[in-house]
């Protein structure tokens, strides 16, 4: 079945650092690819997300490129902030499915 | 962008009480809705899909009877933890997927309900 692997946390970066949250995928086909945000007791938010490979998703200063040839879905930010303090879940959809699987999530900690 | 509530956003009951959980579409129909577990520090976890005029579909190992589904209409899903033990304790989400043509796959999570069994 599909399945969702990303790097484990907690990861803790000074605020201004560069961010890189790894993420790999098995699954059949072609699946859309997501990165969700969870934020101190909120619930999940779509950050952003890749339908077909080379796509690249990008929101709020994040972005991943769907690499099919790595099966890959890396999220990087370039300079992070403390409001982007939270937990990140990488995530994908099979071809014509709703069904989310996710990775087991990476908490994120910047400090100031 | 589309929004999904759930209601209550927590709640604490006694050991061998039900709760029911409603997860709705506020700005959008949805034939299909997802219920998931977080536990603590942990990823989410699939209990069931739940279809609008059919039975919910539950992933193994989870309990039918102790997780009822009721997807009452089109913008309204209900679960109901019957018999709640201490270990039902978790964090409740629900997801549905906005239908549409270029949005078929994306959904939209409520914001969770925190329940606590005493």
């Known amino acids: 079945g599909d399945s969702v692997t990303q790097m484990e946390g907690p990861v803790t970066l000074s605020e201004e650092a560069f961010l890189t949250i790894n993420c790999t995928y098995t699954?059949?086909?072609?699946?859309?690819l997501f990165w969700y945000v969870q934020y101190p007791g909120e619930g999940l938010q779509l950050l952003l997300k890749?339908?077909?490979?080379?796509d690249k998703g990008s929101n709020k200063g994040f972005e991943a490129t769907y690499r099919k040839e790595t099966t890959s879905f890396h999220l990087e930010k370039g300079s992070v902030q403390v409001s982007d303090s939270a937990v990140y879940f990488c995530?994908?959809?099979?071809?014509?499915?709703?069904?989310?699987?996710f990775g087991k999530g990476t908490k994120l900690s910047v400090i100031p | 962008g589309a929004v999904v509530s759930q209601h209550p956003s927590w709640v604490i009951c006694k050991s061998g009480t039900s709760v029911k959980i409603e997860c709705r579409s506020l700005d959008f129909q949805a034939t299909t809705m997802f219920w998931y577990r977080q536990f603590p520090k942990q990823s989410l976890m699939l209990m069931a899909t739940?279809?609008?005029?059919?039975?919910?579909?539950?992933e193994q190992g989870v309990e039918k009877d102790k997780f009822l589904i009721n997807h009452a209409s089109l913008t309204l899903s209900t679960l109901t933890v019957t018999s709640a033990h201490p270990e039902d304790s978790s964090f409740y989400i629900c997801s549905a997927p906005r239908e549409g043509k270029g949005t078929y796959n994306e959904q939209f999570f409520g914001p969770g309900t925190r329940l606590t069994v005493l």
């Open positions: 890749a339908t077909k490979a080379d």
């Open positions: 699954a059949t086909g072609y699946p859309s």
């Open positions: 995530a994908l959809t099979g071809a014509g499915s709703y069904q989310l699987t």
């Open positions: 739940s279809n609008e005029g059919s039975k919910a579909t539950y």
